[in-house]
């Protein structure tokens, strides 16, 4: 089973449209979430990072449910520079695991006019 | 403030050879990571250096190494080159431990093996 799953989409959605995106991770001791957003041929940026208690940045909102083992990224009113790969990633933090990040496979979003 | 800074930008070698890439970190990050991102997958960590030692390694075979300089910058080398080596590799630096382990990313050096 992979360490981060997404649903890859592509989501396609006009300006201004809300869009949610979801992923899942296997390792319930996972200590830190984020969302990163990568476009194309470049390298990945940090968009958040996720707490427990959920938090919001603007447009983009973001969920953690520890029980569910789910993280979840709402946009609102999307832009046409929203579009790119979001990637899912999470940090087990723990032992053999300390230090790396495991990255799901990205879910890519086009916005259109 | 600069960001992680990677060189070269594009590295063209013939299966056999060797490769060294080189990351500087942001000012003041002493850790420093590695990614290899082959086309259409994920990304899959490679190395994790803190002041100056090998912290955590990824599942890559042994000619896959690096260091890290008393400066914090790494260079990561890649030994008998193979045609799947061939990919984005990404170096990112972080404070240890601070924030979950937040890293940020440079721009890659695109591997390129014929």
């Known amino acids: 089973r992979k360490e981060v799953e997404q649903d890859p989409g592509p989501f396609n959605v006009p300006e201004g449209a809300t869009v949610a995106f979801n992923c899942t991770y296997s390792n319930s001791a996972s200590q830190s979430f984020f969302w990163y957003r990568q476009d194309c041929r470049k390298e990945p940026k940090l968009l958040m990072s996720?707490?427990?208690s959920g938090n919001e940045d603007g447009r983009f909102t973001a969920q953690l449910n520890r029980a569910s083992q789910y993280i979840s990224l709402l946009i609102r009113d999307s832009k046409l520079s929203d579009s790119a790969t979001y990637l899912c990633?999470?940090?087990?933090?723990?032992?053999?695991?300390?230090?790396?990040?495991?990255f799901g496979r990205g879910t890519q979003l086009t916005v259109w006019p | 403030e600069a960001g992680v800074t990677q060189s070269p930008t594009h590295l063209i070698k013939t299966r056999g050879q060797q490769a060294t890439l080189r990351c500087s970190p942001i000012?003041?990050?002493?850790?420093v990571y590695w990614y290899q991102q082959a086309l259409g997958l994920g990304l899959q960590f490679l190395l994790w250096y803190d002041e100056g030692e090998e912290r955590n390694r990824g599942n890559f075979p042994p000619r896959f190494s690096g260091r890290q300089f008393p400066n914090y910058s790494s260079e990561l080398n890649v030994n008998a080159l193979e045609l799947e080596d061939s990919a984005l590799y990404l170096c990112?630096?972080?404070?240890?431990?601070?924030?979950?382990?937040?890293?940020?990313f440079g721009p890659g050096t695109r591997l390129t093996v014929t």
């Open positions: 000012s003041g990050h002493t850790s």
């Open positions: 990112a630096s972080s404070f240890p431990r601070v924030r979950g382990y937040e890293q940020y």
């Open positions: 990633v999470v940090n087990p933090g723990r032992g053999s695991t300390l230090g790396r990040l495991y």
């Open positions: 996720v707490y427990s």
